[in-house]
């Protein structure tokens, strides 16, 4: 069975420019779910989806943006790029919203602002 | 709501010691309870979760978790640590009446000396 797998792997961009993330789920999840994970910060809960809407997000400007297509894979928009915006940005999946389920996570996409 | 506090941004121990990892956690209900563990330059990986049965849960790699609800703790320990087990450690709680939203802690860096 394939695991949640995140594109790019690695992404360079400069300030003020506009970066896509994208993640395909475990087949049979429906629920999508980003993390930032930024040097010595842990792991700050950005977007989660589900069923094609948008369920909760995290404690981010609205320069953060995502969406979930029909097939439950999703993208992560991040906008007027800033250099504090580099870090390794996590995708994970589970069975769906209404439950204590296990996330999956993916190997991240590694995003360098310069 | 709920919140997860991890004691300790880094533990180091010997090859072959106790390794104890804490967590306490703020929930308004009963929570189910994670632990996930990230190895170098990879993405997270479930140990073991805590759903309302057992209080002592087995996890993979030898690792196991006590939920005491009078201490609102899930420490992970583990009888002997292995060179291995070098990684970092993430406790989080996913609340039931928040729609299961998971909230991950910041993270405790193990180190282990030979």
């Known amino acids: 069975e394939a695991g949640v797998t995140q594109s790019p792997t690695h992404l360079i961009k400069t300030r003020g420019q506009q970066a896509t993330l994208r993640c395909s789920p475990i087949s049979g999840h429906t629920s999508v779910y980003w993390y930032q994970q930024a040097l010595g910060l842990g792991l700050q809960f950005l977007l989660w989806?589900?069923?094609?809407?948008?369920?909760n997000r995290g404690n981010f400007p609205p320069r953060f943006s995502g969406r979930q297509f029909p097939n439950y894979s999703s993208e992560l928009n991040v906008n007027a790029l800033e250099l504090e915006d580099s870090a390794l940005y996590l995708c994970a999946s589970s069975l769906g919203a209404g439950g204590p389920d296990e996330q999956f996570f993916g190997p991240g996409t590694r995003l360098t602002v310069l | 709501a709920q919140s997860v506090t991890q004691l300790g941004s880094h533990v180091s121990v010997s090859e072959g010691a106790l390794v104890l990892l804490r967590c306490n956690y703020s929930s308004s209900v009963p929570p189910y309870l994670f632990w996930y563990v990230q190895y170098p330059n990879q993405g997270l990986q479930l140990l073991l979760k805590?759903?309302?049965?057992?209080?002592l849960v087995k996890g993979i790699n030898g690792f196991e978790a006590e939920f005491k609800k009078s201490e609102t703790s899930f420490h992970l320990t583990k009888p002997s640590a292995h060179m291995s087990d070098a990684a970092e450690y993430f406790c989080a709680v996913s609340d039931p009446t928040g729609g299961f939203k998971t909230i991950f802690g910041a993270g405790t860096r193990l180190f282990v000396k030979a």
């Open positions: 989806y589900d069923e094609g809407e948008e369920r």
């Open positions: 805590y759903t309302s049965a057992a209080t």
